[in-house]
């Protein structure tokens, strides 16, 4: 008979970093993203009306900062207002969150902070929807990211 091994194994070492970009799906769909960027839309005209109620010249300011930085912001974890209320998420092409990530999030929204940018935007990804990587809008290609879904 044997003898009984009685030590317990060390917990595994932590990962170096846990990121919530770890728990995200495919590449989200051109419903799922029109949507939130129409959600992301009424968030920033409302941001801008209570902003122009303080001072008029805050309006356009505060719309493009939120247009700007919503993929960013540290507090929404990374997501917009829109891609969290309909579970997606910005990520680098690498899968790593954009929260914080500033340059990245700039660079992937200045085509939507520009009049007609939308617009254009859109028709890049019905142009190229059936091509490898079709879904990714100008801010993506420019930005090096794309929108996945995340598992709740």
């Known amino acids: ?38 959600i992301d839309f009424l968030v920033a005209m409302a941001l801008a009306w209570a902003a122009g109620m303080l001072m008029s ?14 993929d960013s912001l540290p507090f929404l974890d ?17 899968g790593k969150s954009l929260s914080g990530d500033w340059n990245a999030g700039l660079i992937r929204n200045i085509p939507m902070a520009i009049p007609f940018g939308a617009l254009v935007e859109l028709i890049v990804m019905l142009v190229n929807k059936d091509k490898p990587g079709g879904l990714r809008r100008l801010g993506d290609q420019w930005g090096k990211t794309k929108v996945v879904n995340v598992n709740a």
Do not use: H
Not at 57 to 70: D, F, G, H, K, N
């Open 1 to 38: 008979m044997e003898a009984q091994n009685d030590t317990i194994a060390p917990d595994p070492a932590p990962s170096a970093e846990v990121t919530p970009a770890a728990a995200t799906g495919p590449e989200a769909d051109l419903g799922k993203r029109i949507a939130a960027a129409f």
């Open 57 to 70: 010249r805050l309006s356009y300011p505060v719309w493009i900062a939120y247009m700007l930085t919503r």
């Open 78 to 94: 990374g997501q917009s207002i829109g891609k969290k209320a309909l579970n997606l998420r910005a990520v680098s092409e690498s």
